[in-house]
């Protein structure tokens, strides 16, 4: 656990917590300092619960430490009587750790009757971060409550491990989950920990086989499922069709062995590709036909990077390649416990990759590549929004905007009709930025005084990798200059027409000083698409620089042109 202005990852508790305020009969009890109840509020805002999170905190403070006494007992006493859980989670605040305290002890003397399992839970908040304690205490319940082994469902069924409260469109993924395994003939025994209850996850053992398509949430639970019962484990990430028609054929035949196993019957056919569509007669997805499209086929060219967990950075960057087309220039996760498994995953695809923890790493990584579009999370849409770079947000830690309450999957081929449409539009949005950026609103009002509003001159953009060949051919799709003298000649610039005026020679200096730009120079590279314009900047301020030039004017402009070097 580290402080910091900005983390991809909340502490250990809160992954408890996200387990608990995912399933139904479970109480978390934190054993924790003053101030540490932050947790209620960011429960009840992101996932728009319509209960209160089943979270109590047993509050630690100077007073009763100094008279010996520990509220823990009391704490859970009172979390039984109000609530009669059937299980209740204790674990640690990060400041409470440091005191050592056996949490055991300190539940046994509370005396809670046995209709009413206690679990003590506390991994090192100094170690292991959010996703992982989550990932962890799913583990753990399934080794201390799925251990008795249970005669199989009537009809063919699955296990669904992974979804959870906070999960970045998980609610919608297992619709879509649910919708596919109706199609392949299978029902769902337990979805876990989404809505589970103690009961559920003792009928863990009764499925033909286990959906884990979260890396980092639910594969090592649904492998103990595999150690302890023979129950299979189909971990494949449905994302994109090629990866959901894999997952398909990985299901049933999973199934398949169970049945074999078991001497039970199964037919484990493949179903017709227009089964899984809505309307029963259509492709079950339009992803394929659409990556040929005009529409598409512009994009192509365009450059990618994409950062977040590891399931959705690790398929992203596979469907980028494999199914649209697109060039990912640099790829990562903030997932540190896996980073040398997520280079192996996308090496077919990238060799640019980040492993990281830290906003600041990514952003440079952001700056020095300079991609057409970011796929990432909320901090990379932040930092693109700083670099003009168009940014679709694919992974947690998100706003809350991106906990919707429409149809918005990202597994199975009902999440490749979204994830197209989000891509297609984050990048047609970007270049609706720069129409509007050069004719103005047409007529819709307030848009171009706004944009005429923050003209200034260009934001140096430090950290940009430029190509000076690149940059120069920018330059080239900028009107001539009208010759000296005209004045009546009208140069059209970022879409508007004025007349055409001499600009003062540019200032030589000795010493590089800070550069300023006329607002001639600011409109000519208004007329420059946004997405390359930092690149622009870059090769004309180099060139002032190398040339100690203090104010780039208009001619200093069209001067880089004419160079093109």
Same mark, same amino acid.
């Given at each position: 656990?580290?402080?910091?202005y900005?983390?991809?990852?909340g ?22 300092? @003053?101030g ?12 728009r ?12 403070d ?9 509220? /823990? ?13 059937? /299980?209740? @989670? ?26 009413t399992? @206690? ?14 304690a ?5 583990? !753990?319940? +399934? ?6 082994a249970?005669?199989p ?7 669904i ?12 993924? !297992? ?10 003939g ?7 920990? /989404?809505?589970?209850?103690? #009961? ?13 398509p ?18 299979? #484990?189909?971990t ?18 999973? +199934? ?33 036909? %659409?990556?040929y499209?005009?529409d ?9 990077? +994409? ?11 596979r ?18 416990k896996?980073?040398?498994?997520f ?12 492993i ?15 991609p057409? @579009? ?28 991106? %906990? ?23 990048l ?26 923050? *003209?200034? *001159? ?22 001539? #200059? ?7 000649? !009208? *140069?059209?610039?970022?879409?508007? #027409? ?14 590089p000083a800070? /550069? ?7 409109? *000519? ?7 390359v ?9 180099e ?5 100690g ?7 200093? +402009?069209?001067?880089?042109?004419e160079?093109?070097?």
């Open positions: 656990m580290r402080m910091a900005w983390q991809y990852q502490t250990a508790h809160t992954g408890v917590a996200r387990v608990a305020c995912s399933m139904q009969d479970v109480h978390g009890v934190f054993y924790s300092p @003053v540490d109840s932050y947790i209620h509020s960011m429960f009840t805002m992101m996932e619960m319509d209960r209160f999170p089943p979270i109590t905190t047993s509050v630690l100077g007073q009763t430490m100094g008279m010996g006494v520990n509220k /823990l007992p009391d704490t859970l006493r009172q979390v039984y009587r109000d609530h009669k859980p059937g /299980l209740i @989670v204790i674990a640690c605040t990060c400041s409470s750790t440091l005191l050592q305290e056996d949490l055991g002890a300190l539940a046994k003397s509370a005396d809670i009757p046995a209709e399992e @206690v679990l003590v839970y506390a991994p090192n908040p100094y170690r292991v971060e959010e996703d992982e989550a990932d962890g205490l799913l583990t !753990l319940m +399934v080794e201390k409550f799925a251990t008795t249970l005669s469902t009537e009809r063919p069924s699955v296990n491990i992974g979804p959870i409260s906070l999960g970045f469109h998980n609610r919608q993924d !297992l619709i879509s989950l649910k919708r596919m395994l109706t199609t392949m299978l029902d769902v025994n337990v979805v876990f920990p /989404l809505d589970a209850s103690l #009961a559920d996850v003792k009928n863990l053992p009764r499925a033909w086989a286990t959906i884990a979260y890396r980092e949430m639910g594969h090592d639970a649904a492998r103990r499922l595999e150690t302890l019962h023979g129950i299979p #484990a189909v494949t990430a449905p994302i994109g069709v090629m990866a959901t028609r894999q997952w398909v054929r990985e299901t049933l035949g999973a +199934v398949a062995r169970y049945a074999q196993a078991h001497g039970l019957a199964f037919d484990p056919r493949e179903p017709a590709l227009a089964a899984f569509s809505m309307d029963q007669k259509s492709a079950p997805s339009t992803l394929p036909w %659409f990556s499209t005009a598409t086929q512009s994009f192509s060219s365009r450059k990618a990077f +994409v950062f977040g967990d590891f399931t959705h950075a690790a398929a992203l960057t469907v980028l390649s494999t199914e649209m087309d697109i060039q990912v220039v640099g790829a990562g996760t903030y997932d540190l896996r980073g040398e498994e280079k192996q995953t996308v090496a077919p695809y990238t060799d640019n990759t980040i990281s923890i830290e906003f600041e790493e990514v952003r440079k990584r952001i700056a020095a590549l300079a057409d @579009v970011v796929l990432g999370s909320q901090m990379e849409r932040h930092t693109s929004a700083g670099f003009d770079i168009p940014c679709a947000v694919i992974s947690n830690p998100t706003h809350i905007e991106d %906990f919707p309450l429409g149809y918005q999957p990202f597994l199975g081929y009902d999440g490749s009709n979204f994830l197209t449409d989000r891509l297609y539009h984050t047609t949005l970007g270049l609706e930025k720069h129409l509007i950026e050069m004719f103005g609103d047409a007529g819709l009002g307030g848009k171009t005084e706004e944009l005429k509003a923050t *003209a200034t *001159a260009p934001t140096p953009i430090a950290e940009a990798k430029t190509s000076h060949s690149e940059a120069a051919g920018v330059l080239q799709k900028l009107p001539e #200059a009208a010759p000296v003298g005209q004045h009546e000649q !009208l *140069a059209v610039l970022g879409g508007s #027409a004025a007349p055409y005026q001499t600009a003062a020679a540019p200032v030589v200096l000795t010493k800070e /550069l300023s730009w006329t607002e001639e120079a600011t409109k *000519a590279m208004k007329g420059i698409p946004f997405f314009r930092p690149k622009v900047q870059k090769r004309v301020e060139y002032a620089r190398t040339r030039y203090s104010l780039i004017t208009l001619d200093l +402009v069209y001067e880089v042109k160079k093109g070097d």
